[in-house]
């Protein structure tokens, strides 16, 4: 689902609002967060009515598109934030001054994954509030009606197994949730103060090497090259600099990176721990083997999606990269 997100009125929090989207795009895949910038109908009121905007905003009726408006007006009724089925305002009035921490990224990312679960129900506000809590409990549905309350649902960053129920009764889609659940597990980290690292366009490479083998080919013309056409940056861990041990090095450099590429390959258990490290932390992983060693996968390892290359065709190898990111995570040449 592409969803747009505008930010107008003169907003000032422009780095905190990227900062928030590109956590966004980098913890999930099924939700796509575009920012830009435009003025709206918000621009001209000194506070905003949700209620005359619904019925004013004539982006809000085009089919099949979804937007979210940032501004740093506050709501005439005093909320944070309202959501229709394909639109939504967020307003960061405040947040900074009188509710921060949760810094306002954090505060964003949360509102943010409100309103797209929102579009994904294809719920109106109104239905969406007969299912909220009235009280809360720590779960993103609960009423806010003190503007407190939504500090404990970041730190809680959780949806609660009766509202679970509720969205797999509605006919969500098992991948929207999870995305769903992976924003909130980084809300909730961020929220108790944890520094989350997330670099949105790296890619690091497991491989075992020694220089211009077959893994050491494939990586510098095959791997390398297709991830950097598509602007994702190849990181290896003899690129990193090395101060600590390497396992700390490769661990730090599987943490921080959205994507994780691992050649494997036979009888090298480092790679094979790493690959278990990797997959723990919920990365987005691509398994990368040559053709002819496919058949010896461990049994663990069989029914991943493994792509494969002829020993020596990088070419072939570079175009197969390329097609996977290109299909699955909104990349273009
Ligand atoms: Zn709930």
Redesign the pocket.
Known sequence: MIINIYYCCGFRKENKLKLAVNKLNGIQNYFFFILKQRESDLCSSRKINWLEFTQSNSLNQKNGEYNIFITEKAFDDNWFSHEESQYAIISTNGWEKHFAPPPLNVYLEYQIAQAAIQFELDLDEATEMRMI?PSP?G????FCGDKEEIKLGMKTGA??Q??KGDLVGFGIKPEAIDSIERILELVRAEAIGKQIVLNKDDAFIVMRYSQNDENDNSYRYGIKTALEELGINAIRADSVINSGQLLETIKKGIERSRFVIVKVDSENLNVYFELGLAMGLGKDVLLISNRDFIFQLPSDLKNWECLTYTTGNYEELSKKVKQYYIDNYHYSL
């Not at 779960?139 to 609960?142: A, G, L, P, S, V």
Request: aromatic share 10%; charged share 20%.
């Open positions: 809590h409990v779960c993103m549905f609960d949806i609660c009766k509202c």
